[in-house]
């Protein structure tokens, strides 16, 4: 069969914190650190890795936003929706901020259970059940 995505690769303000969100967040979804040098790091899940890299200086004060040209959002699947649900208490307990809270956990609509929360450079991740 063949994979649908290879890898993405993601610049980031902060690689620490880079590294101390998305390491948490990725091994809660069966992912490994796949590779690492001084200005980035992957993980790995099956075929396919996501990779962070520091920003250049001379990069950074142009920010990120989501509504922006570019990426919007990272999606994952969730095992199940109580998969979503003991990853959103998790969230919570990392006080990480939790979007469309009035709507949660049917933000995307009656039928898309997920849990929407951002990462360090403010970039929205979805948790979706199957």
């Known amino acids: 069969m063949l994979e649908v995505l290879h890898h993405v690769e993601i610049n980031v303000t902060d690689l620490k914190k880079a590294i101390e969100f998305w390491g948490w967040f990725l091994s809660e979804l069966n992912y490994e650190v796949y590779q690492?040098?001084?200005?980035?790091?992957?993980?790995?899940?099956?075929?396919?890795?996501?990779?962070?890299?520091?920003?250049?200086?001379?990069?950074?004060?142009?920010?990120?936003?989501?509504?922006?040209?570019?990426?919007?959002?990272?999606?994952?699947?969730?095992?199940?929706?109580?998969?979503?649900?003991?990853?959103?208490?998790?969230?919570?307990?990392?006080?990480?901020?939790?979007?469309?809270?009035?709507?949660h956990p049917f933000a995307g609509g009656a039928d898309h259970y997920a849990v929407f929360f951002e990462g360090p450079d403010r970039m929205k991740v979805e948790l979706v059940a199957p």
Not at 54 to 61: A, G, H, L, R, Y
Not at 78 to 88: N, P, W
Request: no cysteine.
């Open 36 to 103: 690492k040098w001084d200005r980035g790091i992957s993980w790995k899940f099956k075929t396919t890795y996501i990779v962070f890299v520091q920003t250049e200086e001379k990069f950074i004060d142009a920010g990120y936003h989501r509504s922006r040209a570019g990426l919007n959002h990272l999606a994952f699947y969730a095992e199940s929706r109580e998969h979503v649900d003991q990853m959103t208490a998790k969230l919570k307990e990392r006080n990480l901020y939790i979007l469309y809270q009035d709507r």
